[in-house]
Nanobody, 122 residues
Framework: QVQLVESGGGLVQAGGSLILSCAAS????????MGWFRQAPGKEREFVSR????????AYADSVKGRFTISRDNAKNTVYLQMNSLKPEDTAVYYC???????????????WGQGTQVTVSS
């Protein structure tokens, strides 16, 4: 089992920045690829970004490319999502998740956090 706890969400004006953190406990964190997903009201959960177990490979949704940066610190069992130039359409609950595979698909992730709300005002 891997337990994931997100933090860092909040209310920010358009153009602002937030950094989300996801702290992991349980099984060896460095064995897992980590992903960030988001879900807006009335919409399906969607991929935002992922990072390989080593941190050497990352991927981003087109909608966030160039604005968001994912990183991880395996010594601290934590993955981060730096979000810059935020837009109202970024408003959603953000979830971190862990997978044995480097995937952008929701169903490939075994473990999920409880989510943290990000609200971007215009």
């Amino acid at each position: 089992q891997v337990q994931l706890v997100e933090s860092g969400g909040g209310l920010v004006q358009a153009g602002g920045s937030l950094i989300l953190s996801c702290a992991a406990s349980g099984r060896t964190f460095s064995n897992y690829n980590m992903g960030w997903f988001r879900q807006a009201p009335g919409k399906e959960r969607e991929f935002v970004s992922r990072i390989s177990w080593s941190g050497g490979s990352t991927a981003y949704a087109d909608s966030v490319k160039g604005r968001f940066t994912i990183s991880r610190d395996n010594a601290k069992n934590t993955v981060y999502l730096q979000m810059n130039s935020l837009k109202p359409e970024d408003t959603a609950v953000y979830y971190c998740a862990a997978s044995p595979y480097p995937s952008s698909l929701v169903h490939m992730y075994n473990y999920w956090g409880q989510g943290t709300q990000v609200t971007v005002s215009s």
